[in-house]
């Protein structure tokens, strides 16, 4: 079991934990709303629903906080990632003071940070600020910090009518496609380890965590969550010993699997096509869009009925030809011409991505 002990004697393998989590499925399908141009599906059914006013109010609370990336920071510390209302009222009585160091990106510690937030204490606090590495969790003015109760009842009152209104009655479905990904990625950190896991999950070639922040407080846990509504492949958020992964489920399978997917139905085709008398049996069967039978392609080419049945089975295995009956009984054999006019475009598209 080589794999296996490569995945043991990394040291990320053994931080790593899979969870699932309503409140950051919500979290994310809110941003996703505020993306409309990424996921335009999900923006037009929660306008149909809640109407063109929630969208708004939403886009102007969130426009200064990295589209909400701050709000969703705030979900990491609190311990039931399922309970959607708890999470609400939990956000509605945090003290400014800590409601500022998550939006902020927990960049400051929570004893630095003014015991009074406002505009002016927090621009002075972040003037010399200097994070390169996108942490900072908001933008442009902190005119929001002169009224941070009325910024946290703007933002619980909507966040309470998209789950009373919209988002409860579709939180059944995202389970199966948590569970699923989750099979998936266990079996890449299980027989890969976890940086390659985490290669994976951000589709970088060779990922590695951020440095600890604060330094002194090195990482013991990466939870990484799937997330179907998510607007992007891959988030990151990281601070005090955490670093917790938001992946969209829907990609499927890891990119390894995919990609050595792609390598064999690619020379599954190329063997198929590396014979005379094969390309003379396609050839046939295109003309014309001809279904014929074993027996008449071996007349036809002029082939032994046993050695036309293999070279048949060939073609059939790398999705080339069809089998067609209408009797249950004889067959036939037609060419699937979608595969052969996308043959180019797949040989060229695995040289593109080709990531070993």
Known sequence: MPLLRSAERD????LVQFKTSLVFEMLLSLQAAVHEWQRRDWTEEVRSVLGEGMLKELKSIYDSFNDGCGFTEIAIDYPDYHDVTGFIRYVRGLDERTFVFYVLGRVHRLE?????????????????????????QTKGSFDWADDIGGLKTRL??????????????????????WLKSISEKEDVLFNQGGTRLLSQLSSKKHETLPDPLPPEIPYTLVQCIPVCTIYRPFLMFYGYGNVTLLYDCSIGAPEGVQAEKRLQDILKTARA????NRLKIIRFLSEED?????KQLAERLGISPSVVSRHLGQLKEAGLIEEV???NRNLSYSVKREKIGRLSDEFLDYIRNYNP
């Open 156 to 177: 619980t009152a909507l966040w309470q009518r998209y789950w009373d209104g919209f988002f409860r009655e579709r939180s059944g479905a995202f389970e199966p496609g």
């Open 11 to 14: 040291s990320l393998t053994s």
């Open 325 to 327: 009956s209408q009797d």
């Open 273 to 276: 096509l590396s014979d005379e």
């Open 112 to 136: 630095e940070l003014p015991e009074k937030p406002s505009k002016k204490a927090l621009e002075e606090l972040t003037a010399a600020d200097d994070f390169t590495d996108g942490c900072r």
């Open 290 to 294: 001809r279904c014929c039978n074993g």
